[in-house]
């Protein structure tokens, strides 16, 4: 997923696509780098944008989880198409350390992985100059992922709940609490407050993006709201 999508109006519609930029010769390049002009998929007239209707980028709801230190990284083993609430089974979550290693939990044990969450949802546990939460977190999450409560046995036997990655994470996340003087949370809770905010707009990027692959375009009809 590392192309760009963009979203414009014609057509009464809003119109979604892979980027097109200005090329050095005036014309346009479309984002694999073929020289034309960009056209409405609907009506197939030349787009030209004023400055009020010209494309907007959408953001991509995606992270290098590696460059984000002491966040959560919620991921999926089969890519970044894959992380949507529809796909919440397949979800894999793991706590990133003060250099990005992230920890995570799986049936080969914890795992600290220095490559592999290039492009997964990140959603930062400490706020920047929180300098008191940080100061002990590589030491108590290596700590957290030495002990015996992370077996590889253990995480086939409770595999079947989908829990394992997810304890890990929570685990570690509570414990920080606890030494902050926070209460614990409980799984609904981290779910509601870490996990779904997150998902809602990543599957929704995720939608228009699958669409955008399979057909060029995605299109919705655009609000009336008076501005032609
Ligand atoms: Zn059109």
């Not at 414009?8 to 200005?22: A, E, M, Q, R, V």
């Not at 010769?25 to 020289?35: E, P």
């Not at 609907?42 to 230190?69: E, K, M, Q, W, Y």
């Not at 992985?113 to 546990?125: F, H, K, N, P, S």
């Amino acid at each position: 997923m590392d192309r760009s999508i963009i979203r414009f109006s014609h057509c009464d519609k809003y119109i979604y696509c892979f980027s097109f930029h200005n090329s050095d010769s005036g014309g346009f390049v479309d984002s694999a780098g073929r020289s034309s002009s960009p056209h409405c998929p609907l009506c197939n007239s030349r787009l030209r944008f004023s400055l009020l209707d010209a494309p907007v980028s959408i953001r991509t709801p995606f992270d290098n989880g590696h460059a984000i230190p002491y966040a959560l990284t919620i991921g999926s083993m089969h890519g970044p198409l894959y992380i949507s609430e529809r796909d919440n089974s397949e979800l894999h979550v793991g706590i990133t350390n003060s250099k990005g290693v992230v920890y995570n939990y799986t049936m080969k044990g914890v795992r600290r992985d220095e490559t592999g969450w290039e492009q997964c949802v990140a959603v930062r546990l400490v706020q920047p100059g929180a300098a008191s939460a940080v100061s002990l977190w590589d030491r108590e999450l290596e700590h957290f992922a030495l002990s015996d409560m992370w077996p590889p046995e253990r995480f086939h036997e409770e595999r079947e709940f989908g829990t394992c990655c997810y304890a890990f994470a929570l685990g570690f996340i509570n414990q920080v609490r606890a030494a902050g003087g926070k209460r614990c949370l409980t799984r609904d809770e981290f779910t509601a407050i870490h996990i779904l905010p997150r998902m809602k707009t990543t599957s929704t990027y995720v939608q228009i993006y699958r669409e955008v692959l399979e057909h060029d375009f995605y299109m919705i009809d655009r609000p009336r709201d008076g501005t032609g």
